[in-house]
């Protein structure tokens, strides 16, 4: 089976706080997205990587930025964290190329606090 | 650019009742659409996918959805609802495989006894 781990179900911090959320999928996958899920809004893609060292800006980067310096991991950052990034954190990936699939595995997610 | 309109956040089905969520999308291309659901507390799941090959699609736990072109939608149903089956639902469109998914708002299924 496929899976994609998260390092923190939840996760409290303060304003202003670098916060560093950690993903890691087992299944060799080229692809790796973070969103974020907010009520009534769905998922928001707000980066992704196609390969190691690669990021690509999603909908709402804003605040945010990735590192991928491995293929199995990719990280999210919150710079500088604030109480509009309270969400839950969501992890993906997925298989590279042009086959049939491009069906995403997710993590359990992060739900994070910013008080 | 694309983007996906699930029809109500909340449904309520009675168990044994049809489960019918609506989605409809935006797409300049043929599209990839997925549904997707999220039981309390977890990650998404995929239920069916719809990748160009047969409109009427079957799914796990007994989730169907037909695709349909001239209406751009991809309605998801189960013919009798069971308890489980409350969780919440996502339509999603990708261009390409291999490509980033648009989410739609998702509807929340609560299935009453």
């Known amino acids: 089976d496929v899976k994609v781990t998260q390092s923190s179900r939840y996760l409290v911090k303060r304003t202003g706080e670098k916060v560093f959320l950690e993903c890691v999928q087992d299944m060799d996958h080229e692809n790796m997205f973070w969103y974020r899920q907010d009520p009534g809004l769905g998922l928001r893609l707000i980066y992704f990587s196609y390969d190691v060292k690669m990021k690509e800006k999603g909908d709402i980067p804003e605040g945010y930025s990735v590192s991928r310096e491995k293929k199995e991991r990719f990280s999210l950052i919150l710079e500088s964290a604030s109480t509009n990034q309270t969400s839950m954190y969501l992890c993906?990936?997925?298989?590279?190329?042009?086959?049939?699939?491009?069906?995403?595995?997710f993590g359990p997610g992060t739900r994070l606090t910013v008080l | 650019a694309q983007s996906v309109t699930q029809l109500g956040s909340h449904v309520s089905v009675s168990e044994g009742a049809l489960v019918l969520l609506r989605c409809n999308y935006s797409s300049s291309v043929p599209p990839y659409l997925f549904w997707y659901v999220q039981y309390p507390n977890q990650g998404l799941q995929l239920l069916l996918k719809?990748?160009?090959?047969?409109?009427l699609v079957k799914g796990i736990n007994g989730f169907e959805a037909e695709f349909k072109k001239s209406e751009t939608s991809f309605h998801l149903t189960k013919p009798s609802a069971h308890m489980s089956d409350a969780a919440e639902y996502f339509c999603a469109v990708s261009k390409a495989a291999g490509n980033k998914l648009t989410f739609g708002g998702g509807t929340r299924v609560l299935v009453k006894p």
């Open positions: 993906a990936s997925s298989f590279g190329g042009e086959g049939e699939s491009n069906e995403q595995f």
């Open positions: 719809y990748t160009s090959a047969a409109t």
